[in-house]
């Protein structure tokens, strides 16, 4: 577990006292892990523990492309089910 100060200054306020984030809405628990996604304890500001900058793109872009991946096995699996049940029908 790595502790406070391991993390870059708050962009914010420059503290280094940030506190590691389980979880956010757009890139839920496995976000966080992926972009040391960090909160910092002085000014509730959260950014990226590694370079100090805002995590708002990586998250947008992890969020897209897991709603693409999901939709396309979606897809994918009921299309299969469609093309199992016009075979059977045949």
Known sequence: MQN???YAPCPNCGQS???KVSFIWLGGALGPSMFTHVKCQNCNTEYN???GKSNQQNTVLYFVVSFVVSFVVV???CGG???LN???NS
């Open 4 to 6: 406070p100060t391991q």
């Open 17 to 19: 006292n940030a506190k």
């Open 49 to 51: 523990g590694k370079t």
């Open 75 to 77: 897809f994918c699996l």
């Open 81 to 83: 089910f469609a093309l």
């Open 86 to 88: 016009m075979l059977g």
